[in-house]
Nanobody, 117 residues
Framework: QVQLVESGGGLVQPGGSLRLSCAASGSIFSIYVMGWYRQAPGAQRELVAT???????NYKDSVKGRFTISRDNAKNTVYLQMDSLKPEDTAVYYC???????????WGQGTQVTVSS
């Protein structure tokens, strides 16, 4: 059974940094696409960043140059380094893994990120 456990959210001032981590278990994740999504109050869940098994990355335009996604396949973990945070980055951030052949999605429980002075 696939399980995803996120950590690293919290309250930070504008311009600050946070690093999110997502530890996966229950499968061989080196082949999966791993990523982060977020959902602000009253809004739809949106893609923030993804990384493929080969390390190719994709970012939402508004986070390019500020956020960096990375993965450690040996640890089945995906990270999101968030720098120069803005109030509009405030949301619940969800870890996602997707099987590349079946497109089956798995989600973490979410971690709150609040950017406020």
């Amino acid at each position: 059974q696939v399980q995803l456990v996120e950590s690293g959210g919290g309250l930070v001032q504008p311009g600050g940094s946070l690093r999110l981590s997502c530890a996966a278990s229950g499968s061989i994740f080196s082949i999966y696409v791993m990523g982060w999504y977020r959902q602000a109050p009253g809004a739809q869940r949106e893609l923030v960043a993804t990384t493929t098994s080969r390390g190719a990355t994709n970012y939402k335009d508004s986070v390019k140059g500020r956020f960096t996604i990375s993965r450690d396949n040996a640890k089945n973990t995906v990270y999101l380094q968030m720098d120069s945070l803005k109030p509009e980055d405030t949301a619940v951030y969800y870890c996602n893994v997707r099987h590349p052949l079946t497109n089956r999605d798995y989600w973490g429980q979410g971690t709150q990120v609040t950017v406020s002075s």
